[in-house]
Structures are given as C-alpha cells and as structure tokens.
C-alpha cells in the first residue's frame, strides 16, 4: 500500500484543487513527489544506524592500534557511514525495490553527507571523552559509526520531506 507524507498529501491536494487531476498525476510523473511503501523509511533507519555501528565497531578494531582516537573516529565514522548507505540502498532500493534511486543525490547533498559524517565521528569521540575512562578502539569506532548515521539519517530525512506549499 502506497501512502504519502503528510507534506506530499498536503501538495497534491493544493495541486488537484488549483490544477485538476491531471496536473497532479503529471507531477508525480516528473519526480516532484515520492511515493514510497508504508515503512521505508522505518527500515531505512534501522538499516542505515545498525550497519554504521557495526562497521564502525569492526574499523575501529582493525585500525585501532595504528591511530590516535580522534583520528581513529573520523575514519571510523566515515567508512561506516558509506557503508551504510550503500548497504541500505542495496536492500532497500535493488532488491526490494521500494523507496527512492540514491544514487541520484545532488553533490550537494553528498558534501552534507560528508560533513554530517564528521560532525558525528568527532562527537562520538567527544561524548566518550565526557563520560570519561579509556575505552577501546572497538567502542571509539562503534559511538563514531553510530554518530555519524544518526546524523546521516536526519540529513536523509530532510532530503526527503516536501516543503509545505502555501
């Protein structure tokens, strides 16, 4: 079953009342709406958080030794956050074939993709630090992975949304 957001619902009924059906059966065909199966972005999330911090986890175990922990975070969060996209559109997009194409994103949404995974390696390593006690490479990586996809997810959330129209 196919549902809208409450923003694409709110932009295809001001487009059929403003347009007519036709107008609105012709946006969707020009990629202004998204119609996605009920729970896409629920799995997406899961997907996305749970591989980042296992590939987080595994980075900072293998790399560990060789860097300190600030550096062992960036790297960290980084690898786990591509990885993680591209296992959730792997799963999601290929062999569901629900939700959207991502490997269509503007460059400019792959900049803040990049960003978001520094921003969240570094505030991993600094949540760490306030807790305080020595931990692991292991558990640098995994807060730096799991940082970084919390971020990346409301960067893909936003990406997502429809802005309300009126």
Same mark, same amino acid.
């Given at each position: 079953?196919?549902? +809208?957001?409450?923003? *694409?619902?709110?932009?295809?009924n001001e487009a059929a009342i403003q347009r007519g059906a036709d107008a609105t059966a012709a946006a969707? !065909? !020009? $990629?202004?709406?998204r119609l996605m199966p009920e729970g896409v972005t629920s799995a997406s999330l899961i997907i996305i958080i749970l591989v980042a911090a296992a590939v987080g986890a $595994?980075? $900072?175990?293998m790399l560990g030794p060789n860097f300190d922990p600030p550096v062992l975070a960036v790297i960290s969060g980084f690898i786990a956050t591509i990885v993680a996209v591209l296992v959730r559109n792997e799963l999601i997009n290929r062999l569901s074939g629900a939700g959207p194409n991502d490997f269509k994103i503007p460059l400019v949404v792959a900049v803040f993709a990049v960003v978001a995974s520094l /921003?969240?390696? +570094?505030?991993?390593? *600094?949540i760490l630090d306030d807790v305080g006690g020595t931990y692991?490479?292991?558990?640098?990586?995994?807060? /730096? $992975? +799991?940082?970084? /996809?919390?971020?990346?997810?409301m960067l893909m959330i936003t990406y997502y949304m429809e802005a309300r129209r009126g």
């Open positions: 079953m196919l549902t +809208l957001s409450a923003a *694409e619902s709110h932009y295809y969707i !065909k !020009k $990629g202004k709406g $595994g980075v $900072g175990g /921003a969240g390696s +570094l505030g991993g390593k *600094e692991s490479p292991v558990w640098v990586g995994t807060i /730096a $992975g +799991l940082a970084s /996809a919390i971020l990346m997810s």
